[in-house]
C-alpha cells in the first residue's frame, strides 16, 4: 500500500476481540501481560510472566483461524515456546503448563 507521498505504508496490526478477555483473565490471576501484537511480521501477540516463567501466545478469535505466513515463518524459526489459543482459559492453561514445567 502506498501513500500519496509514494512512500510504502503499513496497515496497524490490531489485537482480535478477544484478546482483551483474555488479558484481563490472566491479569485477574496475577499474571504480567505486555502487548506484542503491533510488532508485526509473525510475533505472537502476547508475552506474558508469571512465576518466574515467560510464555508466548498467539490468540486467534477461534480455535478454525489460521496462523498468518508470518505467523507461520515466525513460529516454525522460534526456538522457544509459544502456543496459540482462543480462550481464557486455553491462554490460562498455557501459561499454567509452562510454569509446571520449571518450577
Given at each position: 500500500m502506498k501513500s500519496?507521498?509514494?512512500s510504502r505504508m503499513f496497515?496497524?496490526?490490531?489485537?482480535d476481540e478477544n484478546q482483551k478477555t483474555i488479558?484481563?483473565?490472566l491479569r485477574k490471576h496475577h499474571m504480567e501481560v505486555q502487548h506484542l501484537?503491533?510488532?508485526g511480521k509473525g510475533c505472537p501477540d502476547l508475552l506474558v510472566g508469571y512465576k518466574g516463567v515467560n510464555v508466548l501466545l498467539e490468540v486467534k478469535r477461534d480455535k478454525t483461524k489460521k496462523l498468518t505466513p508470518d505467523q507461520v515463518i515466525w513460529?516454525?524459526?522460534?526456538?522457544g515456546q509459544v502456543a496459540t489459543v482462543a480462550t481464557s482459559?486455553?491462554?490460562y492453561?498455557?501459561?499454567?503448563e509452562q510454569v509446571k514445567k520449571y518450577r
Open positions: 500519496a507521498q509514494g496497515r496497524a496490526a490490531r489485537a488479558v484481563e483473565h501484537h503491533s510488532v513460529h516454525h524459526n522460534w526456538r482459559e486455553e491462554a492453561n498455557a501459561v499454567m
